[in-house]
């Protein structure tokens, strides 16, 4: 598991999806930031495999979707709440967009220009009401604050050892 896992984030070096990092560096910084938070581990885990879907090895840069297979390649390996706050990220972004003017604006100039394909800001009654909705507007924090060159990155071993304890 923890193999499969050390496979997808190496085949994320040099996959560009924002401008300033690469994905390797953005799931690395991303898991960073929600340590920095005393996050758990089920959050820290699905903060560092959120994207996982712009792996060449699952749907490849670019794929339209790229929450959901996040959500569905996690779920049989590490439970229903890694893969729900993975494939929520999309959710989380629309959600903060609709409530918070100054999070929109802040977004990375990527992220403002996929938020429309994504469906546009928009307040989800059943994401809303998620038990874990909170957890996932976090992770989407961590998400954000992920994105700069050369920031303090978790090592890899700190990421499969969490994913070692979380395997089903
Ligand atoms: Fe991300």
């Known amino acids: 598991m923890?193999?499969?896992?050390?496979?997808?984030?190496?085949s994320?070096?040099?996959?560009?999806?924002?401008v300033d990092v690469d994905e390797w560096d953005h799931?690395?910084?991303?898991?960073?930031r929600a340590l920095d938070d005393d996050a758990d581990d089920e959050?820290?885990?699905?903060?560092?495999?959120?994207?996982?879907?712009?792996?060449?090895?699952?749907?490849?840069?670019g794929v339209a979707d790229h929450s959901k297979l996040a959500g569905d390649w996690l779920r049989p390996r590490f439970g229903e709440r890694v893969a729900w706050l993975a494939g929520a990220h999309v959710a989380a972004k629309r959600h903060l967009a609709a409530v918070d003017a100054d999070y929109g604006a802040a977004l990375s100039p990527v992220s403002k220009m996929s938020l429309s394909e994504q469906g546009g800001s928009a307040v989800d009654p059943a994401f809303a009401a998620h038990p874990w909705c909170a957890d996932a507007l976090q992770l989407r924090r961590f998400d954000d604050a992920a994105k700069v060159p050369g920031a303090r990155t978790a090592s890899l071993d700190t990421v499969l050892a969490i994913a070692r304890r979380l395997a089903r």
């Open 12 to 18: 994320m070096r040099g996959v560009w999806d924002e």
């Open 43 to 61: 959050l820290v885990l699905a903060a560092a495999l959120h994207d996982i879907g712009h792996s060449p090895l699952l749907g490849g840069p």
């Open 2 to 10: 923890s193999a499969e896992v050390a496979d997808l984030l190496r």
């Open 27 to 32: 799931a690395l910084q991303c898991a960073a």
